[in-house]
């Protein structure tokens, strides 16, 4: 069965302060990662999408990278329009169904 | 402009009473998928279809059904609704084939009462 864990459950930095999310998973033949964005009461939105191990994207002040059993969101300089939860969702061979982590709450402080 | 459109956004209901969350995408996506999101449990996947006609659980299927009879609709229905079914829900749809990543609706908050 396929697992995420996402750490911290919730990280509070002020503004210009960098850091990390860290997404541990145990999927069987993996085919990607994703990273998505959520605001309160609205639908998860697509931030990078991982395909192997020692692939980096970056978006902003956003970075993802990913090894064989984890990802990292990196964060620099965030500003509080960069407050809301991260999600990562590894997708494997159990083709449609795609099991997210419980995320990460962001907020950054002005 | 490519969508996943949900509706109601809000509905409130009363034990019992059977209802349907629509679910429309514009993208000619293979994929989609209905998601629950409560506090403290993330976003669990209730049910997905991998095309039309094509349906399998996910982790929290007990007391909805889904059905797939065109490509772009995906509805939700909960014949005998009760209040542990009270969540955000979520629709999503991807193509695995041009390997997209999954686009969200705007979700649908359900109270039952």
């Known amino acids: 069965e396929d697992q995420v864990t996402q750490s911290p459950e919730a990280l509070r930095l002020q503004e210009g302060e960098s850091s990390s999310l860290n997404c541990s998973y145990t999927v069987s033949g993996l085919r990607g990662l994703f990273w998505y964005r959520q605001d309160p009461g609205k639908g998860p939105e697509f931030l990078f999408t991982?395909?192997?191990a020692g692939e980096e994207k970056e978006k902003e002040r956003l970075k993802a990278t990913l090894t064989k059993k984890e990802s990292f969101l990196h964060i620099t300089a965030p500003k509080p329009e960069d407050s809301a939860t991260y999600l990562c969702?590894?997708?494997?061979?159990?083709?449609?169904?795609?099991?997210f982590g419980q995320g990460t709450i962001l907020t950054v402080h002005p | 402009e490519a969508q996943v459109t949900q509706n109601p956004r809000y509905l409130i209901t009363v034990t019992g009473k059977k209802l349907t969350v629509t679910c429309s995408q514009n993208?000619?996506?293979?994929?989609m998928s209905w998601y629950r999101q409560d506090p403290g449990l993330g976003l669990r996947q209730i049910y997905y279809s991998m095309n039309v006609e094509v349906t399998d659980k996910g982790d929290v299927p007990e007391g909805y059904k889904v059905s797939r009879k065109e490509k772009r609709n995906f509805p939700l229905i909960l014949e005998s609704p009760s209040p542990n079914q009270t969540s955000l829900y979520f629709c999503?749809?991807?193509?695995?084939?041009?390997?997209?990543?999954?686009?969200f609706g705007q979700g649908t908050r359900l109270t039952v009462v």
């Open positions: 993208m000619n996506h293979e994929y």
């Open positions: 969702a590894p997708d494997g061979t159990s083709y449609g169904k795609l099991t």
């Open positions: 999503a749809s991807s193509s695995p084939a041009r390997n997209t990543e999954a686009f």
């Open positions: 991982l395909y192997s």
